[in-house]
C-alpha cells in the first residue's frame, strides 16, 4: 500500500493493475478525478428516465441492476466488491435509462464522471488501454450470459453458468438464491432443484 495515496485510491491502483501495471506516476491524474459516495440498503443509484452519467466500482456492499417490465423484475447484472458498472446504453447515448441500480445492501462506491473520463482518455494512453480492456471483460460477460439464457433446458443453463461466468462462483457465495434465479431466468424452485442435481453428479 502507498502511504502517499488514501485507503480509496489505493483499492482502484490495486484494482487497475490487474488489467495494466500502472507507475504510480501514471495512477496519480486517475486518482485526481476519482470521487467516492456511499449508499444505504435500498437507496437508488440509477433510476428510470435519469442519464448515466458514471463509471462506478463497488468497494463495499452489493448493487443490483435491473429493468421493470409489466410490472416484472428482470436481472441484468450484480456488482460486488471489487467490480465495476454502469448503465453502458444510457451512458454511450446520453440517453434516459431504461434500468434501475439499486444498492441491496449499504455500499460504498468509486466513481468516474463521464466529462472526466474522456479528458483523461486523451490524455493518458495507460488508462485508455485499462479503460478498454475493462469495457472488453464487462461486454464479454454480457454476451456469455446472453448465449446461455437462449437455452430453454434449466440445467444447462445452469451448467454454462458455472463453466462460462468468470463471476458465478462469487455470486453463489454472495448473492441471494432468487436474485440468481432471476439472473438466469428461472424460478427460485427451479433453481434450487437444477442447482441440488449439479452437486450430486
Excluded: W
Aim: proline share 3%.
Amino acid at each position: 500500500m502507498n502511504k502517499a495515496f488514501s485507503t480509496e485510491e489505493n483499492i482502484l491502483f490495486s484494482f487497475l493493475n490487474t488489467v495494466y501495471p500502472l507507475t504510480e506516476l501514471e495512477f496519480r491524474p486517475i486518482a485526481e478525478i476519482l470521487k467516492k459516495k456511499k449508499y444505504k440498503k435500498g437507496e437508488i443509484i440509477l433510476n428510470i428516465s435519469q442519464t448515466e452519467t458514471k463509471t462506478s466500482l463497488v468497494i463495499k456492499g452489493f448493487i443490483h441492476q435491473y429493468v421493470i417490465i409489466e410490472g416484472e423484475l428482470f436481472t441484468i447484472d450484480f456488482s460486488l466488491s471489487g467490480m465495476s458498472f454502469n448503465n453502458f446504453t444510457s451512458y454511450m447515448e446520453n440517453s434516459p435509462s431504461n434500468q434501475i441500480q439499486e444498492a441491496i445492501t449499504d455500499a460504498e462506491v468509486l466513481y468516474f464522471q463521464k466529462k472526466d473520463i474522456e479528458k483523461l482518455l486523451l490524455e493518458s494512453q495507460p488508462f485508455c488501454y485499462i479503460y478498454t480492456k475493462l469495457f472488453e471483460q464487462v461486454h464479454l460477460e454480457r454476451e456469455k450470459r446472453s448465449l446461455l439464457l437462449q437455452h430453454k433446458d434449466a440445467s444447462k443453463k445452469y451448467e454454462l453458468f458455472l463453466k462460462t461466468i468468470e463471476k458465478s462462483k462469487i455470486f453463489i457465495e454472495e448473492i441471494p438464491q432468487k436474485l440468481i434465479a432471476n439472473y438466469l431466468g428461472m424460478s427460485p424452485e427451479t433453481y434450487s432443484r437444477v442447482k441440488k442435481e449439479y452437486l450430486k453428479k
